[in-house]
Structure formats: C-alpha cells, structure tokens
C-alpha cells in the first residue's frame, strides 16, 4: 500500500479561526526572533515587539505577506506600551494564547558596588518590570472561557552562576525567574507559567558581550569564544533555535509542567 506525501508545512498551517497567537517580546532580533520564526513554522499567529524599530522589518522578512505576524515598536518597561502591545494582538488576530517575555538588556559591564544605582534600575526596569508589565497587559485574555494559557519568560544561566562585571544583569535574571514561580502559583489552574534559561547563545547581544570582554583581557575575539566554549560539555556554542525548541515545548506541550526552569545551556549547569 503506497502512503500518500506528506504535505508541505504551508499546508498544514491551521484554519485562521483556530490558530493559537502569541505575543513575543524582545523580537527584532535574536533568540526572540528565533522564537517567532519555530512559532510561526508551527502554525501560530505572532505579535513581535521591540523597542527598536527594525521589528518591523524583522515581521516583513519572517511572513511577508503579513497574514499571521504583526510588528509594534513598543517599550514594555512602560506599562502604557505593554497595554497597546495587548490591544495590537486582539486587534490583530482576535486572541492571546501566549506570551514570550523575552526582551532584555545586558546592562553596565562593571563590578556591582561600582556602577551606579541608576544604570541598575534601568537593567530592572527593562528586565523585571518589563516581564511584569508583559504579563499584566496580556493576563485578561490569557484567563477566559476556560482557556489555559501559557508564559513563557526568559530566565539565564547566569542567574544561577553569577560572573563578574554582570551583577546588574544576574540579580534581574534570578528576580524574573523568581517571579516566574510565584505567578505559576498565583495564576494556576489558568496559566502554565514557566521559564527559559539560556546559556552562551550566540547572539548579537552575546556576540558584543565577547567582544567586550575579549578587549578588556587582552584576548582575540576568537579566543574569549574558545575560552567560553571550553565551559560547554557539548563543545559549542548554542544558537537561538536551541532556545526556540525549548520554549516551543513548554507552549505547546508541557500540560502538567509549571514553576520551572528549562536550562538550555550545553550541560554548564547540570542541575
């Protein structure tokens, strides 16, 4: 008996009405990005935002006939922005099954007890208050007709191991991640709420981060990469398509897991 071919993936795309949408935070480029494209390989609506406006030229190129994204120059660390990036998804698609929390900054590159206070409000702002005000904006549509919902945020190797001349960046790491457990209580039956901890990911934000690090030490750029991959029992680097399989997991999948921390970090942390 012959089988017939499977169909191509644009074939198997759901009906408009039934597609699941997601909001991504963070997602003009990087493992944001990454996350947006395995979503909408998988069938998914996306709204992608970010504070830089090349978001929507990253929306262009990931669906260009615009039917199942849509792009929002926002700044969640702003409440009012969170709110319009929720209303621009109902708007858009009539529906909010998702939400990836994943914009962030690196922060100052200085010993904690050096860098200023207002430089490491800002790492929160973004970080922490950003996720926060994510999470408030999206929550009435996550939460009706017996609807569970998912969250997604995205959490790092470094909140659980700390470096040096990141402090800013791992305490906002360890609040979100924390955060992320007490709304997985606070919001049960109703919402999964889990968290992505990446380790080095070679993104363009970790790309700078080697680069700055390889001027202060006095190393190649090639050789502050060795260096980190030496760390990795898988030997690489991970890339944002890593991350993405994982959080495509906990979105799609993952009915009975809430309160966690997925690591995806090459095996640098085993526990």
């Given at each position: 008996m012959s089988s017939s071919p499977?169909?191509?993936?644009?074939?198997?795309?759901?009906?408009?009405?039934?597609?699941?949408?997601?909001?991504?935070?963070?997602?003009?480029?990087?493992?944001?990005?990454?996350?947006?494209?395995?979503?909408?390989?998988?069938?998914?609506?996306?709204?992608?935002?970010?504070?830089?406006?090349?978001?929507?030229?990253?929306?262009?190129?990931l669906d260009p006939g615009g039917e199942r994204i849509a792009a929002l120059v926002a700044d969640v660390s702003r409440p009012q922005h969170a709110a319009l990036m929720a209303e621009r998804a109902l708007a858009a698609f009539g529906r909010i099954d998702a939400l990836v929390a994943n914009a962030a900054v690196g922060g100052p590159?200085?010993?904690?007890?050096?860098?200023?206070?207002?430089?490491?409000q800002?790492?929160?702002?973004?970080?922490?208050?950003?996720?926060?005000?994510?999470?408030?904006?999206?929550?009435p549509a996550l939460?009706?007709?017996?609807h569970t919902g998912r969250i997604v945020v995205l959490g790092s190797l470094f909140?659980?191991?700390?470096?040096?001349?990141?402090?800013?960046?791992?305490?906002?790491?360890?609040?979100?991640?924390?955060?992320?457990?007490?709304?997985?209580?606070?919001?049960?039956?109703?919402?999964?709420?889990?968290?992505?901890?990446?380790?080095?990911?070679?993104?363009?934000m970790h790309r700078e981060e080697l680069q700055s690090r390889a001027h202060r030490s006095g190393r190649t750029f090639d050789e502050e990469r060795e260096r980190l991959v030496a760390e990795v029992p898988l030997a690489r680097h991970g890339i944002g398509a890593d991350v993405a399989d994982a959080v495509h997991y906990l979105l799609s999948g993952a009915d009975y897991v809430t309160g966690q921390t997925l690591n995806v970090n090459g095996g640098v942390l085993t526990s």
């Amino acid at each position: 008996m012959s089988s017939s071919p499977a169909l191509p993936a644009a074939d198997r795309t759901p009906p408009a009405a039934t597609r699941r949408t997601a909001v991504v935070t963070g997602a003009a480029r990087g493992i944001g990005r990454s996350v947006a494209q395995r979503l909408l390989d998988e069938g998914w609506n996306v709204l992608i935002t970010d504070v830089d406006p090349t978001v929507v030229r990253t929306g262009q190129a990931l669906d260009p006939g615009g039917e199942r994204i849509a792009a929002l120059v926002a700044d969640v660390s702003r409440p009012q922005h969170a709110a319009l990036m929720a209303e621009r998804a109902l708007a858009a698609f009539g529906r909010i099954d998702a939400l990836v929390a994943n914009a962030a900054v690196g922060g100052p590159e200085t010993p904690l007890l050096d860098t200023p206070d207002q430089d490491i409000q800002r790492v929160l702002e973004i970080n922490f208050f950003g996720v926060l005000h994510s999470v408030r904006a999206v929550w009435p549509a996550l939460a009706h007709d017996g609807h569970t919902g998912r969250i997604v945020v995205l959490g790092s190797l470094f909140a659980q191991q700390p470096t040096p001349g990141a402090g800013a960046y791992s305490a906002s790491k360890a609040a979100v991640q924390s955060l992320m457990k007490t709304l997985s209580v606070e919001l049960a039956p109703h919402c999964t709420v889990n968290a992505v901890a990446p380790g080095y990911v070679m993104t363009e934000m970790h790309r700078e981060e080697l680069q700055s690090r390889a001027h202060r030490s006095g190393r190649t750029f090639d050789e502050e990469r060795e260096r980190l991959v030496a760390e990795v029992p898988l030997a690489r680097h991970g890339i944002g398509a890593d991350v993405a399989d994982a959080v495509h997991y906990l979105l799609s999948g993952a009915d009975y897991v809430t309160g966690q921390t997925l690591n995806v970090n090459g095996g640098v942390l085993t526990s």
